[in-house]
């Protein structure tokens, strides 16, 4: 069994985040590890109140992990503060981690912040260089790159942007765009277009957390990055094709549809 671990914030609601990135390395058949980098009181409709981890007890979370199992990939999500991205770097360096993915996150899908300006900077100069794919969605990509997206050259302009600035694979989220949902991989020297319908179900809280982990599970398995990808995104389009109604706002996804049987929206 593949070891994976997610090193991101706790949503008590269990939509996105740790709860999330569980369900979906679970679903993957892969043994799921985590260590917390916030507390958040947060459901569909909001997030409430952060409690960040001190960057002590997040670095601790890193060793008694790594010293004793070792991950065949890490997914890294919710990081609130500046004082922890040197502290997770250092701990990723020294343990030599493979297959690093990391999903930018800035904001929940309610529109609430999940991380300091400050960090980003740090982040950007630490963090980001040493991933082996970078996940934002659109907006992230805009605030990253500072330029307007708003058709699939400017797409593949902030792509090329970013794999310039951090040097590792960048796949830009499509999910944001009314019609469509199609996604960008770029690995510095071709682009692949993924191609998705836009799903009319506003249940989409954590998809970015569970894109993120399915593809981590899949790099864990051997897969190549393409394919990795490619399977991730049919993951999680199962996963809202599903129609779990969950909360009174932006309702989670159902990590588990494949595990009850329901092959909807998964090709074979």
């Known amino acids: 069994m593949n070891a994976v671990l997610t090193i991101a914030g706790s949503d008590c609601s269990g939509g996105a985040g740790i709860q999330a990135d569980i369900k979906t390395m679970m679903a993957h058949g892969a043994y799921a590890m985590s260590a ?15 409690m960040p981890i ?7 979370q890193l060793d008694a992990i790594f010293s004793d199992i070792t991950p065949q990939a890490v997914k890294i999500g919710m990081i609130p503060t500046e004082e922890m991205i040197p502290v997770i770097c250092e701990k990723l360096q020294t343990y030599q981690a493979q297959h690093i993915i990391v999903d930018p996150v800035m904001c929940a899908t309610s529109g609430d912040g999940l991380m300091q300006m400050d960090a980003l900077d740090t982040a950007k100069q630490l963090l980001y260089p040493l991933a082996a794919l970078l996940t934002p969605n659109l907006p992230e990509a805009e605030a990253l790159t500072g330029i307007r997206i708003t058709d699939k050259e400017s797409m593949q302009e902030a792509a090329q942007i970013l794999y310039a600035a951090f040097g590792c694979a960048v796949l830009c989220k499509g999910g944001h765009w009314t019609e469509a949902a199609d996604d960008l991989l770029y690995d510095g020297s071709q682009f692949y277009w993924l191609l998705g319908k836009h799903v009319n179900n506003p249940n989409t809280h954590g998809t970015g957390c569970t894109l993120s982990s399915a593809i981590a599970c899949n790099l864990a398995a051997g897969m190549p ?26 309702g989670p996804l159902n990590h588990g ?8 929206g998964i090709k074979n």
């Open 36 to 50: 917390i980098t916030a507390l958040t009181a947060q459901n569909t409709t909001g997030v409430f109140e952060i």
């Open 54 to 60: 001190s960057p002590e007890m997040v670095g601790a």
């Open 225 to 250: 990055m393409q394919d990795a990808v490619r399977r991730a995104k049919e993951y999680v389009t199962g996963a809202i094709l599903s129609g779990l109604v969950m909360g009174h706002g932006n």
């Open 257 to 264: 549809y494949l595990l009850q049987g329901d092959q909807t």
